[in-house]
């Protein structure tokens, strides 16, 4: 069983930058891969950044040239950059766990910008 709990969200101005972190507990030597996803009101769930086992990573062109994902395989951690915050950006970023036979998702932290 993996637990996933994500850090790092809170109020920042439009321009500002944000790191949320997920702290992975549990055993994920085998994981396919890693991903940031967002859910703002009213809207439907989204991805926005992936980190695959071999490190390589993929965004969607709305966010690529913004978000940088990354993982420190060594705390279990992974890591999302947010530069040039903006209003729209403002969701619940949930923490996303593939592994061969499961799933697993994070409880959300919440990221807020003011324009």
């Known amino acids: 069983q993996v637990h996933l709990v994500e850090s790092g969200g809170g109020l920042v101005q439009a321009g500002g930058s944000l790191m949320l972190s997920c702290v992975a507990y549990?055993?994920?030597?085998?994981?396919?891969?890693m991903a940031w996803h967002r859910q703002a009101p009213g809207k439907q769930r989204e991805l926005v950044a992936t980190i695959n086992s071999d490190g390589s990573t993929n965004y969607p062109d709305s966010v690529k040239r913004r978000f940088t994902i990354s993982r420190n395989n060594a705390k279990n951690t992974m890591y999302l950059q947010i530069n040039s915050l903006k209003p729209e950006d403002t969701a619940v970023y949930y923490c996303y766990l593939m592994m061969p036979f499961n799933i697993y998702w994070g409880q959300g932290t919440q990221v807020t910008v003011s324009s």
């Open positions: 549990g055993n994920i030597f085998s994981m396919i891969h």
